[in-house]
């Protein structure tokens, strides 16, 4: 990967919708490479996917919360059920498993308070091997990225 298509990944992260020709211009090319370059990027893995990015307050997902999760048990076959059994669960959008004071950090969308602790005791309290849950809530976003610093 060479500083142009770092360049055209830093653009299609940005916005998803921009153009062949569009790319061209802001780079001082044709368009007949960066077609090419952006459908090696596609093949090759370094593009994953298009997608449109949607404000949450707008469909009133007024909560963000990173919650802390510790399992009682570590054997590779718990962890592995835990990371299928979490997936089920439209409300986490990332989950992560880390090193440290805990094992699972997830970061969840809510409407309120009240769904969050619907949430907590009939979702993720009914998942097994949970040993402790610690939760977080953001008050002010104060930086988030949509795209990778390339």
């Given at each position: 990967m060479d500083a142009t298509d770092k360049a055209i990944l830093l653009l299609l992260q940005k916005n998803g919708k921009i153009t062949i020709k569009e790319i061209a211009e802001r780079l001082n090319l044709t368009t007949t490479p960066i077609f090419e370059r952006v459908k090696k990027l596609e093949r090759e893995g370094f593009i994953t996917s298009y997608k449109a990015m949607v404000d949450r307050k707008k469909v009133n997902l007024q909560l963000i919360i990173f919650c802390n999760v510790t399992l009682n048990l570590h054997q590779t076959d718990f962890l592995k059920k835990f990371e299928k059994d979490i997936q089920q669960f439209p409300e986490v959008v990332e989950c992560y498993h880390v090193a440290g004071m805990f094992?699972?950090?997830i970061k969840i969308y809510a409407k309120n308070m009240e769904e969050y602790q619907q949430f907590l005791s009939n979702k993720l309290a009914s998942l097994e091997n949970i040993s402790k849950?610690?939760?977080s809530f953001v008050?002010?976003?104060?930086?988030?990225?949509s795209h990778l610093p390339l």
């Open positions: 094992d699972y950090l849950v610690q939760s008050m002010t976003e104060v930086k988030t990225l």
